[in-house]
């Protein structure tokens, strides 16, 4: 009996630890549960064979298949390159871990997806290898953004060196307008010219100067354009910023049909703002205009910017007939780095810094757009002092 008794106790005691380590596996596993349900990272877990056994749901978000999409697949074939994903994976095994600080997966979408990557080798308490764990944390827009800023960076450049050029250009430009001056008066003073020639070559001089002009102007844009400047708020009349703005986008609009329409009131539209600023944000916006245009490719592109007096307020649209901007994108056009166009059309900056501008001129940028048949840019700045 007293052995019945003893053997009694001892299962007793057996169930309670029992007992015990059931609700303490089912802690630990709702804590796993918790935490694949509710990080922002890939986290996954392998066989030995490197099939799916588990997936976050942060996983999903990062790549956009479901538990149900993938379960049971090979991780590698998610990823953009299934044998360096293997090899990453078989250094985990043979190491007890692996890090690769960028490695490319391929998303629902058919985009690239760039992680952070740390792999795990899995192994039970005999000491056997039962699979691999893999924490991935998604640096695509941090790699954006280093991107993103070398093309910046680029870009400064090529603006000290079109600057520089600019004031090469200028001195030859200065020499040929003093020689066409010099022409000028010889063709004046010669004798035993018929004039019938000496018509034609004061045309050729007249031209020569009116292109050497032009060519001065157009450096002298680009220098002003391109020069930083700090901030100021003068008084000028934004009608002749905005012609002045078109002309230097004449370029863009060569060989084009596209019209560009200024619709003002008769009397001048002075206004006291920052006009650097506001040349950078016009250019920015007709040009974005023009490129929607030409994607659209209509018989006649029409760019049409109003201006009118509201109280103490200046109302400015920029309309167009272009493409337009798709409906699941018009939330986010205004997001640094953000672009609607092909990849080498765009850096996504334009409308960011627009929006900044207006910000610090105190105004406000909105816009409304169609699909397929245009958008127009609603400026407010303040006119007032």
Not at 149 to 165: T, Y
Not at 267 to 296: C, G, R, W, Y
Not at 302 to 325: Q, T
Request: contains cysteine; negative net charge.
């Amino acid at each position: 009996m007293e052995l019945i008794k003893e053997l009694e106790d001892k299962l007793k005691r057996v169930k309670q630890e029992l007992s015990s380590h059931k609700i303490e596996l089912h802690q630990t596993r709702g804590y796993l549960q918790c935490i694949l349900q509710n990080t922002n990272d890939m986290i996954f877990a392998t066989d030995v064979d490197g099939i799916l056994v588990s997936f976050s749901k942060g996983g999903e978000k990062v790549l956009g298949y479901t538990w149900n999409e993938i379960g049971g697949y090979p991780i590698k074939e998610l990823s953009a390159s299934p044998e360096e994903f293997q090899e990453a994976m078989e250094l985990a095994e043979r190491q007890g871990s692996a890090v690769r600080l960028e490695f490319p997966f391929k998303h629902k979408n058919g985009s690239t997806v760039y992680c952070d990557v740390s792999l795990i080798s899995l192994t039970n308490t005999k000491g056997q290898r039962v699979g691999t764990v893999g924490i991935c944390r998604d640096i695509t827009e941090w790699k954006k953004l280093q991107d993103e800023l070398m093309r910046i960076d680029r870009l400064a450049e090529i603006g000290r060196i079109a600057s520089g050029i600019a004031h090469e250009i200028n001195n030859p430009l200065a020499i040929i307008n003093e020689v066409a001056g010099w022409a000028d008066t010889v063709v004046d003073d010669a004798e035993g010219l018929k004039e019938e020639d000496r018509r034609e070559l004061k045309k050729a001089i007249n031209d020569i100067s009116e292109q050497t002009r032009r060519c001065r102007n157009i450096t002298h844009q680009l220098l002003g354009f391109v020069r930083p400047t700090p901030p100021e708020k003068v008084s000028f009349d934004l009608y002749k910023l905005l012609k002045e703005t078109v002309e230097f986008l004449k370029p863009e609009l060569k060989y084009s049909t596209i019209e560009v329409v200024l619709d003002f009131p008769p009397e001048a539209v002075l206004i006291k703002s920052d006009p650097k600023m506001l040349e950078q944000l016009f250019v920015n916006l007709i040009t974005n205009a023009i490129h929607a245009i030409k994607e659209k490719d209509p018989e006649k592109g029409i760019i049409r910017i109003k201006a009118r007096r509201m109280d103490d307020e200046l109302e400015i649209l920029i309309e167009d007939n272009g493409i337009g901007i798709p409906e699941d994108k018009q939330d986010k056009i205004f997001n640094l780095f953000f672009t609607t166009k092909p990849p080498g059309k765009g850096t996504g900056l334009g409308l960011s810094i627009c929006q900044n501008i207006i910000n610090k001129l105190g105004g406000s940028i909105g816009f409304e757009s169609t699909p397929g048949e245009g958008t127009t840019f609603r400026l407010i700045l303040p006119y007032k002092e």
